[in-house]
């Protein structure tokens, strides 16, 4: 451990507001990025939230052209729910989800889209997909970095041939946000492609191509692609990080659901050693937990993230104690405590 000294004023501010903080927006910093989100707050699902997963894309039994595919959809669920898509964490908001890019094969493909709660309760949605190369679209739009926190800036690329007896590409038009505003129209592709989306969300960027055979009698050949793009919110993430680490202590005070819930909390391979920890405890087990200590500062990246918890020390009024806690979103997207 090593002794933090902070300001007075921000520690009776803080401790004074409730006993479980979740630091202080200021300091709570994306890793290597610009500080947290505005919000210091967010309003998190309570516990009795309906388990409710949706695919909206693909569909069931759909032929596609494309060696990858996006699955997304909406669901609901208590803190702390994650979404998998072929045992892959997916991006979430707070009701919608997108995977990366999923590779098919050729033939049929079976994806499987799993929520996952803390304790485990899980919904299960599969898809039957058929990959035909001989489908192979026109026009194809790639999202190189489909999720992060937002703000970000989101690279693309677009793949096309010519359509048959079309002979020029003509028009280029590219709505990033899917709202029906196309922040690009030009004549051809640009050398990059790439848009700064500021705000957190669920993006259907669009591309629309228009070709022309050089006959003025015929019509002009559109062709759309689209992608998916998911921007999590930070102060959200926070939030429920934080709410993993007092949700293990609430669970180990007496007339709670006690060790094997609190188990749930943690990685598995922490739990054997922590069990035996608390067990040890006995009595003292409520007792112990409130020392642990609240949470005053840390670093988030997508997958962990590190807080530093304060303890007051005893012996010198003013000063506390501090130690880290890790955090790692685990296989199942649900985030647990990986280290302390």
């Known amino acids: 451990m090593k002794t933090l000294l902070f300001i007075s004023g921000l520690l009776v501010s803080a401790f004074a507001s409730a006993q479980e903080n979740c630091g202080f927006p200021v300091s709570l910093l994306k890793s290597g990025f610009e500080a947290g989100e505005q919000p210091s707050v967010v309003t998190l699902p309570p516990a009795n939230t309906p388990l409710m997963l949706a695919v909206e894309s693909p569909t069931q039994g759909s032929i596609v052209g494309t060696e990858f595919v996006q699955v997304f959809g909406n669901y609901t669920g208590p803190t702390n729910t994650g979404i998998t898509v072929n045992s892959i964490a997916a991006a979430t908001t707070a009701t919608r989800y997108a995977s990366a890019p999923i590779r098919l094969t050729v033939g ?21 997909v058929t990959y035909d190369p001989n489908q192979s679209p026109d026009v194809e739009l790639a ?142 087990l409520g007792t112990a937990a409130n020392q642990v200590g609240e949470i005053v500062d840390g670093q988030i990246a997508d997958t962990m993230a590190e807080f530093t918890v304060a303890v007051p020390d005893p012996a010198v009024p003013g000063e506390f104690f501090g130690f880290p806690v890790h955090f790692r979103r685990s296989s199942d997207g649900v985030w647990r405590i990986s280290e302390m």
């Open 108 to 128: 049929v493909n079976t994806i499987t889209i799993v929520a996952t709660t803390t304790d485990g309760v899980t919904q299960t949605v599969s898809r039957t």
């Open 143 to 284: 999202v190189d970095a489909f999720s992060g926190f937002a703000p970000a800036r989101v690279p693309f690329a677009v793949r096309y041939r010519l359509p048959a007896l079309q002979t020029t590409l003509t028009r280029v038009e590219i709505d990033y946000q899917g709202d029906g505003i196309y922040e690009f129209d030009g004549p051809s592709l640009p050398l990059s492609l790439s848009f700064n989306f500021d705000n957190v969300g669920d993006y259907a960027p669009t591309v629309r191509l228009t070709f022309d055979d050089g006959n003025s009698v015929t019509p002009l050949v559109v062709r759309n692609a689209s992608a998916r793009v998911v921007l999590e919110s930070l102060a959200r993430t926070r939030q429920t990080i934080c709410f993993v680490y007092y949700e293990m202590k609430h669970r180990l005070q007496p007339g709670a659901s006690g060790i094997p819930s609190a188990l749930n909390t943690l990685v598995p391979p922490l739990r054997a050693e922590y069990q035996q920890i608390w067990t040890d405890l006995a009595g003292n």
